[in-house]
């Protein structure tokens, strides 16, 4: 159940509460593709870092170690130890990766696995069956993400479809919730609303999804190639159209300016690759703009990589020394930078939900943008 407490504009201040526990939103969803966060995090550092939600992917955990293997050792909860709140996401957006190895069809979508090439059928009912296997707390319903630059009469028919499939979603993941074997009997799924950069499509989207009572609803199908202005307009065009009373979920997105952005918009659910990704690359997220740490000046720069921060990256070691383990290509360098990114992002959401319950959100908002802006 959704608790919407506080609006400030609107921006939108929330609660969410499952089956493996609450979720305050805005939320940001740690990203851990294959059940665990790329960089060398264990759930133990999760904790640590004060991650709310954990997000791993239906395609990638049904190609290996495959789904039933997950379901028979207990679910994905007990598989990785996690025992908050966890969202899979349906395999759609692999699909629309997948492009050159797939073929999409009424009943679902043929396609080649990227690890051994084997063939592979995922269509709306495999996709919840592969996550009632997964046992998560929240399963995103099957789409097509079609391209940003697909034509109108494609998008079209391509809504309409991701449209007829959320019907048979909805209606296999409440046979599935039923079944006495099933792990996760609460399971939650939420919608997706498509439409590229088309604005009337959108809308007309998301006020048919919005009248099939999910629970929650997501906008996919942006930062897939648009400008972030585009992807602004299609948030203030469609985020009034769906219930305000159920989370709204922007799917891949993504730097911290793009998440005030769309919190200012009415959107509490992300999730990126982006803070882990940059991470392991020696890029690191502070209040005065995101730092390189394999640049020659951090050599030896004794500070911490942000004053203040409490991450365990910041309460233990420099940026010359974090700089050397990069360099020396030793693992602990990667995993000090994602963990301190991901604990930037996490206290960032913190910060948001302050700034909402204070009825100061615009004001935190420009703070911060302009903070960040200075390198």
Not at 98 to 114: D, T
Not at 292 to 317: H, V
Request: include cysteine.
């Amino acid at each position: 159940m959704y608790e919407l407490i506080k609006k400030d504009g609107r921006a939108k201040r929330g609660r969410l509460h499952t089956v493996h526990g609450t979720i305050e939103t805005p939320v940001f969803m740690n990203v851990g593709t294959a059940a665990a966060i790329k960089g060398a995090v264990s759930t133990d550092d999760l904790r640590v870092i004060k991650t709310q939600v954990e997000l791993s992917n239906t395609y990638h955990l049904h190609v290996r170690p495959g789904d039933e293997i997950v379901k028979k050792l207990g679910g994905l909860h007990k598989f990785m130890n996690w025992d908050r709140p966890i969202l899979t996401d349906s395999g759609g957006f692999q699909v629309f990766s997948l492009a050159s190895l797939r073929k999409i069809k009424e009943e679902g979508v043929h396609f080649h696995s990227h690890i051994d090439g084997r063939k592979i059928f995922m269509g709306p009912e495999e996709s919840m069956r592969i996550q009632s296997n997964l046992a998560s707390t929240i399963a995103m319903a099957f789409d097509e993400c079609p391209s940003s630059v697909a034509d109108r009469k494609y998008m079209e028919n391509s809504v309409a479809r991701t449209t007829r499939w959320l019907k048979r979603c909805k209606d296999e993941m409440a046979r599935l919730n039923s079944l006495p074997d099933t792990i996760n009997p609460h399971q939650l799924l939420f919608g997706i609303n498509q439409g590229g950069v088309y604005e009337d499509i959108r809308i007309a989207h998301a006020q048919q999804i919005a009248e099939m009572d999910m629970d929650g609803y997501a906008v996919g199908g942006l930062a897939v190639g648009e400008t972030h202005e585009e992807m602004y307009r299609i948030l203030d065009a469609v985020v009034p159209h769906l219930p305000e009373n159920k989370p709204t979920y922007l799917m891949g997105v993504g730097t911290p300016a793009n998440i005030l952005e769309a919190v200012e918009r009415g959107v509490d659910f992300f999730d990126c690759v982006y803070p882990s990704r940059n991470g392991r690359h020696g890029h690191v997220y502070t209040n005065e703009g995101k730092l390189n740490l394999f640049n020659a000046k951090y050599e030896l720069d004794d500070r911490p990589i942000e004053e203040g921060c409490g991450c365990p990256a910041c309460r233990s070691y420099s940026r010359a020394y974090i700089r050397h383990l990069l360099k020396a290509k030793e693992m602990l360098g990667m995993r000090l930078c994602v963990l301190h990114n991901l604990y930037f992002y996490n206290t960032m959401m913190e910060e948001i939900r302050d700034a909402i319950d204070a009825g100061n959100y615009k004001e935190y908002k420009k703070n911060k943008l302009e903070g960040m802006m200075r390198k």
